[in-house]
């Protein structure tokens, strides 16, 4: 009666055909534009390095996103918070590289140290304060940050509205001069955080966090001190968005204020929403969806992309409300019935709500 | 040794919500290996001395003693490990996920290896046995794989009892075990329950307002009125209770 258990390699089918698409992408678009492999592999081809620089950038946001969907979509937890973990792994990168001469190990130990202890100070309160109390406690934690970060008193360390610059980057991840490298880094960490994070969501921890998001009364109930399995899921959580923030750190020459402020939370939020809450491989399709929309609307429309941006999520919500992965999950639906549910909202939007 | 007699006891046990005294100083003791019915008419408090006993509330005065032990104001998780398990009277399970993966879960809070953050969750053999015996008893077996929510009441209902007898407590606390259930299904689950607590030295506590149900499998019933016990026995001795009778009926009734 058992289900029948599938190798790793099926199990993790897509996601490992997602790899090796990846993996030749840049080389194929190489072809298109004339660069041998061998060139693209040189860091040659200029189209085939934009779009590697794209796609790091989307990267970085898929890891970003998949850490928010952990705790938003899998534990439960909706944090407005959630980008001072990113934001200051990132920093911490920038700062500790300026200004001090540790080796890079060094910093990235002194990162996971520091993303750990944000979680714990998140957790602090997650005893007390539940669901959208516990967003807006975290909020004021991340806009304390954002203030730190923006003051003009310390400008000399962060850059203030400016931001930080001018950080020596170690050479092996520079990304100007290695892309490639660079490319196959952040493609990598992407893959190999999705496989584990899926395989957190199927072990024993996994299954009590989603219990804790399906009813935490009855988790606790059932004799699970609920408490520890969320501080763990914030852990392993900051954990992969510090990583995201440094990876941010390394690839762009530098780091700007806008990514510690609540914009940049919703931004996470909404490539979740975008991918499908509570999947994981929603994640990094939503930053897909996400970074190209924002990346053409911005070239072809130029300011006004906001305006149809916004409407673009609108329309999402409305009518893909599982996302594209929930969506297809539950393809029972059918798009006629999904477009006709869709429009039932849009109109309820619109109407005068019933009189009692 | 009265820890040895009763395996439940409340001492002086009141809960009050504001000028509400939902349980007013009550001494309740619950012998070891019986079914114990606590009934009484609307609002006499008895889910809140439910709560009380499984430590969803903290009572405002008074204790409870479980074997001899005072439990008073542990904390909820820790009720299930002492061997306390409760239903709940509105269905209370994890909607979304499967039948099987309600009663693995429970189950599995029993296990060591919870922390156990890279491994499958299916590698911990003895749960998924565990899980699949129960379903089995409690006769959901074949919807193992389908979601809680797409249950029927009565399913959920026995899924409720499922989830209770997964981690194989010594007292199960039922609130209501057939509340809105069909009453050709009644019977069935009534057999259950009794067949769970003859051959586990099970200690059944349940609130009940199916009297049929009460009268026929009952050990002691205790009732309750106002916050207060009212009256104690066999279900014989209840039947013939005058009190009992007026607070049932109301004091119109009376001759």
Not at chain 1, 95 to 101: A, E, N
Request: aromatic share 12%.
């Amino acid at each position: 009666m058992n289900k029948p258990r599938v190798s790793f390699f099926r199990e993790y089918r897509t996601i490992l055909i997602f790899f090796l698409v990846m993996l030749v992408l840049p080389f194929i678009i190489g072809l298109f534009e004339g660069s041998t492999p061998e060139l693209v592999w040189n860091n040659q081809g200029t189209y085939s390095k934009f779009i590697q620089g794209l796609l790091i950038e989307i990267f970085i946001l898929a890891l970003f996103a998949m850490s928010y969907d952990l705790l938003f979509g899998i534990t439960g937890l909706l944090s407005f918070g959630h980008a001072m973990f990113f934001a200051s792994a990132a920093y911490a990168t920038g700062m500790l590289l300026k200004f001090t001469s540790f080796p890079f190990w060094v910093v990235l130990v002194l990162i996971f140290v520091l993303s750990v202890a944000q979680a714990l100070l998140f957790s602090l309160v997650l005893p007390r304060v539940k669901g959208i109390t516990f967003a807006l406690v975290t909020l004021g934690m991340a806009s304390v940050f954002h203030i730190v970060v923006t003051s003009t008193d310390l400008s000399k360390y962060t850059g203030s509205d400016v931001g930080l610059q001018g950080y020596p980057v170690p050479a092996f991840f520079n990304a100007s001069a290695e892309k490639l490298r660079f490319y196959l880094i952040a493609l990598f960490i992407l893959v190999v955080t999705y496989i584990l994070y899926k395989s957190f969501v199927k072990s024993p921890t996994g299954r009590v966090c989603v219990a804790i998001r399906e009813n935490e009364g009855r988790a606790m109930m059932l004799g699970f001190n609920t408490a520890n399995f969320k501080i763990l899921a914030m852990i392993i959580s900051s954990f992969t968005a510090a990583v995201a923030g440094t990876l941010h750190a390394l690839y762009q020459p530098a780091i700007i204020p806008s990514i510690a402020d609540l914009g940049f939370t919703v931004t996470g939020l909404l490539i979740v929403l975008i991918g499908g809450v509570g999947t994981l491989s929603g994640a990094i399709i939503g930053a897909f969806v996400y970074k190209l929309l924002d990346f053409g609307l911005r070239r072809f429309i130029g300011e006004g992309a906001s305006f149809f941006l916004g409407a673009v999520y609108v329309v999402f919500v409305l009518f893909i409300p599982y996302g594209i992965v929930g969506t297809w999950m539950v393809r029972r639906l059918g798009w006629n019935q999904a477009c006709k549910q869709g429009w039932q909202r849009l109109l309820r939007v619109f109407k005068s709500p019933p009189k009692d | 040794m009265m820890a040895n007699e009763f395996l439940f006891e409340t001492v002086n046990l009141s809960k009050h919500f504001g000028a509400l005294a939902a349980v007013d100083d009550v001494n309740l003791q619950i012998r070891r290996n019986t079914l114990h019915a606590i009934i009484g008419p609307n609002g006499a408090g008895k889910t809140t001395l439910f709560n009380l006993l499984s430590g969803n509330l903290k009572p405002t005065s008074g204790k409870v003693f479980y074997n001899g032990n005072d439990i008073t104001g542990q904390p909820i998780h820790r009720m299930i490990h002492i061997g306390i398990g409760r239903s709940f009277q509105i269905t209370n399970v994890f909607p979304n996920l499967t039948v099987f993966e309600n009663i693995r879960l429970a189950s599995q809070a029993m296990e060591k290896g919870n922390f156990r953050f890279l491994t499958d969750a299916s590698r911990l053999k003895k749960c998924e046995e565990r899980a699949w015996a129960v379903a089995e008893k409690v006769g959901l077996k074949e919807k193992a794989f389908s979601p809680a929510r797409m249950l029927p009441h009565g399913d959920q209902r026995k899924l409720e009892l499922g989830m209770i007898l997964a981690p194989d407590p010594s007292v199960l606390l039922l609130d209501e075990p057939t509340a809105g259930m069909a009453a050709e299904q009644v019977p069935e689950l009534i057999k259950l329950i009794r067949e769970v607590q003859a051959d586990g030295n099970k200690t059944v506590v349940l609130v009940e307002h199916n009297m049929n149900v009460v009268m026929s499998i009952s050990d002691t019933i205790t009732v309750m009125n106002l916050g207060k016990k009212l009256a104690e026995g066999s279900p014989e001795q209840i039947t013939s209770n005058k009190e009992v009778q007026t607070a049932y009926l109301g004091g119109l009734y009376e001759l």
